[in-house]
């Protein structure tokens, strides 16, 4: 008897009389479990790789980074969340938050870092908690400890101190308050006496923008009553009288307050605080003093016009 064509070698038994190509049962489900198992196994090293990875990030020393409580809940709990993870992700570390009481002294502060993780990777300290940091440093000689923020270094000794770049800030300040002033004058209201340069920065800011108005500074404590005259307004100190008075004038802030509770006339906000710096200054390590300008952002839903938020985003990604 003839056989039927594509028939199984060992069951002469047509499977597909009509198929233009040969097919058998045996080889099928070979192919079958081959690609089954294949696919497990990439499944189960992929899970082995995700594992380790993860072993390893929760097993490597964290970076501590102290704050008081009230700062973490003014700075914005999605920003503090944002801030940490971009922390983790550049050095593959956990970022622990150290909470301490607003009124806690040196002390304390060092001994809440020290009970956080005994033998961290690092240690990053707010300025105004630098005795703490000193404190922290005498206990844990071996652990890289730095004080980010502040202009002026407060003592000698081992933390790194990170200090703000304030002449490059207010340089960017100044280009940006030449966009947004128009043909009035910008405003700049300090905090006690301007160090040496930093007015200088300022104006060259301005006049590289091709302002050639002349600008205004105004100490935070003083009265000031010409606002008719002023197109921008730079808030580079406390200024609780200029903020009560809600007037309709651009205003770039120096702070680190979570932008989303400041008033609409804000454009542009300078960020040094310690979270926004801390990546910056870990890679700077060890250098013994630092000096980073902070970080802005623009709001651009209250940029009227697109090509000034172009321009405002080209000068503050100069350093």
């Given at each position: 008897?003839?056989?039927?064509?594509?028939?199984?070698?060992?069951?002469?038994?047509?499977?597909?009389?009509?198929?233009?190509?040969?097919?058998?049962?045996?080889?099928?489900?070979?192919?079958?479990?081959?690609?089954?198992?294949?696919?497990?196994?990439?499944?189960?090293?992929?899970?082995?790789?995700?594992?380790?990875?993860?072993?390893?990030?929760?097993?490597?020393?964290?970076?501590?980074?102290?704050?008081?409580?009230?700062?973490?809940?003014?700075?914005?709990?999605?920003?503090?969340?944002?801030?940490?993870?971009?922390?983790?992700?550049?050095?593959?570390?956990?970022?622990?938050?150290?909470?301490?009481?607003?009124?806690?002294?040196?002390?304390?502060?060092?001994?809440?870092?020290?009970?956080?993780?005994?033998?961290?990777?690092?240690?990053?300290?707010?300025?105004?908690?630098h005795d703490g940091a000193r404190r922290y440093k005498e206990a844990m000689p071996e652990t890289p400890v730095f004080v980010i923020g502040g202009s002026l270094r407060a003592l000698e000794g081992d933390p790194y101190y990170v200090l703000a770049d304030t002449r490059t800030d207010l340089y960017r300040a100044g280009m940006a308050a030449a966009l947004l002033t128009g043909v009035r004058k910008p405003l700049l209201f300090y905090d006690g006496d301007l160090p040496d340069g930093y007015r200088e920065a300022f104006q060259?800011?301005?006049?590289?923008?091709?302002?050639?108005?002349?600008?205004?500074?105004?100490?935070?404590?003083?009265?000031?009553?010409?606002w008719s005259e002023i197109g921008c307004v730079v808030v580079a100190g406390p200024a609780a009288d200029f903020a009560?008075?809600?007037?309709?004038?651009?205003?770039?802030?120096?702070?680190?307050?979570?932008?989303?509770?400041?008033?609409?006339?804000?454009?542009l906000v300078f960020d040094d605080s310690h979270l926004a710096l801390a990546v910056e200054a870990l890679k700077a390590q060890p250098a013994v003093e630092i000096f980073l300008p902070s970080s802005p952002s623009i709001f651009r839903d209250r940029i009227g016009e697109k090509g000034t938020y172009v321009k405002l985003k080209d000068i503050i990604r100069k350093k």
């Amino acid at each position: 008897m003839q056989q039927a064509p594509f028939t199984d070698k060992e069951h002469p038994i047509p499977l597909f009389p009509y198929s233009p190509i040969p097919l058998y049962y045996p080889y099928m489900l070979k192919s079958g479990r081959s690609k089954t198992l294949l696919f497990l196994s990439i499944v189960l090293a992929l899970l082995l790789a995700l594992g380790i990875t993860l072993w390893v990030f929760f097993h490597r020393p964290p970076v501590l980074i102290v704050m008081d409580i009230s700062f973490s809940q003014l700075y914005g709990p999605e920003r503090l969340e944002r801030q940490s993870r971009r922390i983790a992700s550049s050095f593959f570390r956990q970022v622990i938050p150290v909470l301490v009481d607003e009124s806690a002294g040196p002390e304390l502060v060092a001994i809440a870092a020290e009970e956080a993780f005994e033998a961290p990777w690092a240690v990053i300290f707010p300025y105004r908690y630098h005795d703490g940091a000193r404190r922290y440093k005498e206990a844990m000689p071996e652990t890289p400890v730095f004080v980010i923020g502040g202009s002026l270094r407060a003592l000698e000794g081992d933390p790194y101190y990170v200090l703000a770049d304030t002449r490059t800030d207010l340089y960017r300040a100044g280009m940006a308050a030449a966009l947004l002033t128009g043909v009035r004058k910008p405003l700049l209201f300090y905090d006690g006496d301007l160090p040496d340069g930093y007015r200088e920065a300022f104006q060259r800011g301005l006049e590289d923008q091709g302002s050639l108005s002349e600008p205004v500074y105004v100490v935070a404590s003083a009265s000031y009553s010409s606002w008719s005259e002023i197109g921008c307004v730079v808030v580079a100190g406390p200024a609780a009288d200029f903020a009560e008075q809600s007037l309709d004038i651009p205003v770039i802030l120096f702070s680190w307050i979570d932008p989303s509770l400041t008033p609409g006339t804000v454009k542009l906000v300078f960020d040094d605080s310690h979270l926004a710096l801390a990546v910056e200054a870990l890679k700077a390590q060890p250098a013994v003093e630092i000096f980073l300008p902070s970080s802005p952002s623009i709001f651009r839903d209250r940029i009227g016009e697109k090509g000034t938020y172009v321009k405002l985003k080209d000068i503050i990604r100069k350093k």
